[in-house]
T-cell receptor, first 114, second 118 residues
Framework: AQSVTQLDSQVPVFEEAPVELRCNYSSSVSVYLFWYVQYPNQGLQLLLKYLSGSTLVESINGFEAEFNKSQTSFHLRKPSVHISDTAEYFCAVSRDTGFQKLVFGTGTRLLVSP | GAGVSQSPRYKVAKRGQDVALRCDPISGHVSLFWYQQALGQGPEFLTYFQNEAQLDKSGLPSDRFFAERPEGSVSTLKIQRTQQEDSAVYLC????????????????FGAGSRLTVL
């Protein structure tokens, strides 16, 4: 079985500061990794995913995550955050890209203040 | 429609009542998932449909939970004799893909139905 740990329930940062949201996973088989973002009163939106190939993946709005197999991590980073990045971020794993049955972490609330 | 639509957005039920939550996926999406998200937790898998077939219901917490997708499009999650521990946000998600597809399928989530059981 797979599991996901997001140790930080809340991360407060100032606008334009860098941020890292941590995600560690546990699995006995190869997995695929995802970050989802949830804005208030909205559904989960896929931010980025790692399926294969380059271990560094990027989103269109400046976030990036690096798959580290030896440390079983998939931390999310952004060099300079905006107020609009305030949201809940969920890390998730799946065994099968086709099936997409996801196991989620408990989420990290990113609070960006001016 | 353009996205996954869920109704009602909010539902308050008295303990013991039956509730039905509806999900209208993106047109043409083969796969449909239901997840349960308790307060302060990440979503947890409940069940999965490929078209009208319910291929996995391993996450349904008890036999009071029942889901259907009779025509392979709209799905309904029914909870009988609701209990306080059923209070959560119920998320529906759909995707183009199905088991065995090696493509990168992206799940599109609805905004959820928030159930409060008093």
């Amino acid at each position: 079985a797979q599991s996901v740990t997001q140790l930080d329930s809340q991360v407060p940062v100032f606008e334009e500061a860098p941020v890292e949201l941590r995600c560690n996973y546990s699995s006995s088989v190869s997995v695929y990794l995802f970050w989802y973002v949830q804005y208030p009163n909205q559904g989960l939106q896929l931010l980025l995913k790692y399926l294969s190939g380059s271990t560094l993946v990027e989103s269109i709005n400046g976030f990036e995550a690096e798959f580290n197999k030896s440390q079983t991590s998939f931390h999310l980073r952004k060099p300079s955050v905006h107020i609009s990045d305030t949201a809940e971020y969920f890390c998730a794993v799946s065994r099968d890209t086709g099936f997409q049955k996801l196991v989620f972490g408990t989420g990290t609330r990113l609070l960006v203040s001016p | 429609g353009a996205g996954v639509s869920q109704s009602p957005r909010y539902k308050v039920a008295k303990r013991g009542q039956d509730v039905a939550l509806r999900c209208d996926p993106i047109s043409g999406h083969v796969s449909l998932f239901w997840y349960q998200q308790a307060l302060g937790q990440g979503p947890e898998f409940l069940t999965y449909f490929q078209n009208e077939a319910q291929l996995d219901k391993s996450g349904l917490p008890s036999d009071r939970f029942f889901a259907e997708r009779p025509e392979g499009s709209v799905s309904t999650l029914k909870i009988q004799r609701t209990q306080q521990e059923d209070s959560a946000v119920y998320l529906c998600a759909s995707s183009l893909g199905y088991r065995g597809n090696s493509g990168a399928n992206v799940l599109t989530f609805g905004a959820g139905s928030r159930l409060t059981v008093l």
